[in-house]
């Protein structure tokens, strides 16, 4: 697995009414033709989505995602940077938990300061830009990467129910 598979899966689950495109979903995650195919293949092996590459096992998922996200893609938060808040900084873990130091993606053209946080792939700001309900969705993969266990468990909670009941 690579780091923007976990992108591309969550996406295809926010997609999952709408047929498969493979040049929409490039153009809306900036990732090119065969990027999305490489993904879908190693995912295909993976268990993650089925053999046609069209379905995600959202159970398979959420599970790779709870228990394996921090440990196959581990995540430090580095310098201050200005950046899109992610992770406990999203708009939504503001509303429930409070922070000294919000975490950013870098972006330079974000109105936060913060720690650094590095995205999934070098685009993923602007594909979450385009889309609110993915850049909520990897804000919260981001707590689970580096937030404590109250934070992880609020996480979790709106991961599941995103993911496994989101139809």
Do not use: C
Not at 23 to 45: K, P, T, V
Not at 109 to 124: C, N, S
């Amino acid at each position: 697995m690579r780091p923007q598979d976990i992108v591309v899966l969550l996406k295809l689950v926010l997609m999952e009414k709408e047929p498969l495109n493979l040049s929409g979903l490039s153009h809306a995650l900036f990732l090119s033709l065969s990027e999305i195919s490489e993904s879908l293949n190693r995912s295909m092996i993976a268990g993650l989505v089925d053999y046609e590459k069209k379905k995600v096992f959202r159970q398979n998922l959420m599970e790779f995602i709870e228990h394996g996200a921090k440990y196959v893609f581990p995540q430090l938060p580095g310098s201050m940077v200005r950046g899109m808040p992610t992770a406990h900084s999203h708009p939504f873990m503001e509303q429930k938990i409070s922070s000294d130091i919000p975490y950013v993606w870098p972006d330079n053209h974000g109105k936060v300061i913060g720690l650094e946080l590095l995205p999934f792939y070098k685009k993923q700001v602007e594909a979450v830009k385009q889309d609110s309900k993915l850049y909520k969705l990897l804000a919260l993969v981001d707590v689970l990467r580096v937030g404590k266990v109250r934070e992880i468990k609020l996480a979790v909670a709106e991961l599941k129910e995103m993911i496994l009941h989101e139809s």
